[in-house]
């Protein structure tokens, strides 16, 4: 919360600029209610695809509103590869998660293995369709789609400017391919995987990269906004 609140008072509003903040589960309640009243909005990284039922140790879209969140982080690289989710499950909680009234921030991205056998497009294109999948254009408003190529999470070695637009322009032809060009235009696609203050600018300037996912430079006030005021131009 001390560091949300610490983003937050140098936050001006801005209508060109949407910033989020995404903490664990435990503190989701404390930190919205220090950015209350603030241009910062706060966001969940998982959330479980029912209303209630004995899910133990799950969190359902409800209990997200209720604690002040407004978005929420579905099919990030980790959930997908370390905790093993599989596409129907992450189809639900994107569905689920719309029909409740929150905002998704859909992840995807390929693996290293991937990339080098030339697979990029096709697991782009496979995660878009399965976890959009019964999502219509009008709940489009309401997601984000975050591109993030898995060897880039946390190792410190991002995309490069063109590896980023290019995947970025695929997933935007893709969602014109679905959802006509309007909606693909509108959609927010934003880049994540080891983004920092000095590469910022050059990865947000690409013309389909519309904003940031950060990871580690997001844990000090500094970073994230030395890559929030790279988002300002
Ligand atoms: O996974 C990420 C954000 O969700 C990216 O993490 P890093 O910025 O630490 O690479």
């Given at each position: 919360?001390?560091?949300?609140?610490?983003?937050?008072?140098?936050?001006?509003?801005?209508?060109?600029?949407?910033?989020?903040v995404?903490?664990?589960?435990?503190?989701?309640?404390?930190?919205?209610?220090?950015?209350?009243?603030?241009?910062?909005?706060?966001?969940?990284?998982?959330?479980?695809?029912?209303?209630?039922?004995?899910?133990?140790?799950?969190?359902?879209?409800?209990?997200?509103?209720?604690?002040?969140?407004?978005?929420?982080?579905?099919?990030?690289?980790?959930?997908?590869?370390v905790?093993?989710?599989?596409?129907?499950?992450?189809?639900?909680?994107?569905?689920?998660?719309?029909a409740?009234?929150?905002?998704?921030?859909?992840?995807?991205?390929?693996?290293?293995?991937?990339?080098?056998?030339?697979?990029t497009?096709?697991?782009?294109?496979?995660?878009?369709?399965?976890?959009?999948?019964?999502?219509?254009?009008?709940?489009?408003a309401?997601?984000?789609?975050?591109?993030?190529?898995?060897?880039?999470?946390?190792?410190?070695?991002?995309?490069?400017?063109?590896q980023?637009?290019?995947?970025?322009?695929?997933?935007?032809?893709?969602?014109?391919?679905?959802?006509?060009?309007?909606?693909?235009?509108?959609?927010?696609?934003?880049?994540?995987?080891?983004v920092?203050?000095?590469?910022?600018?050059?990865?947000?300037?690409?013309?389909?990269?519309?904003?940031a996912?950060?990871?580690?430079?997001?844990?000090?006030?500094?970073s994230?906004?030395?890559?929030?005021?790279?988002?300002?131009?």
């Amino acid at each position: 919360a001390q560091l949300a609140k610490a983003v937050a008072d140098e936050l001006t509003a801005d209508e060109n600029l949407l910033v989020a903040v995404c903490p664990p589960f435990p503190w989701i309640a404390s930190v919205a209610a220090v950015v209350k009243g603030t241009p910062l909005l706060v966001g969940a990284q998982d959330v479980y695809p029912a209303k209630e039922g004995a899910f133990t140790g799950e969190v359902a879209p409800e209990m997200l509103l209720d604690a002040g969140a407004s978005y929420v982080i579905i099919g990030h690289s980790e959930r997908r590869h370390v905790i093993k989710e599989s596409d129907s499950l992450i189809n639900e909680k994107v569905k689920f998660s719309l029909a409740s009234g929150l905002k998704v921030i859909y992840c995807i991205g390929e693996t290293l293995a991937q990339r080098q056998a030339n697979e990029t497009n096709a697991v782009l294109e496979q995660q878009l369709s399965s976890g959009l999948a019964g999502v219509d254009a009008a709940g489009m408003a309401n997601v984000v789609i975050a591109y993030e190529p898995v060897w880039a999470i946390g190792t410190g070695v991002n995309a490069t400017t063109e590896q980023a637009q290019n995947a970025h322009a695929f997933v935007r032809s893709q969602l014109a391919k679905t959802y006509g060009e309007n909606v693909a235009q509108a959609v927010l696609i934003q880049y994540g995987g080891s983004v920092k203050p000095d590469n910022a600018k050059d990865l947000l300037s690409q013309p389909d990269v519309d904003g940031a996912l950060v990871g580690g430079a997001s844990l000090k006030a500094d970073s994230f906004l030395a890559i929030v005021r790279a988002a300002m131009g």
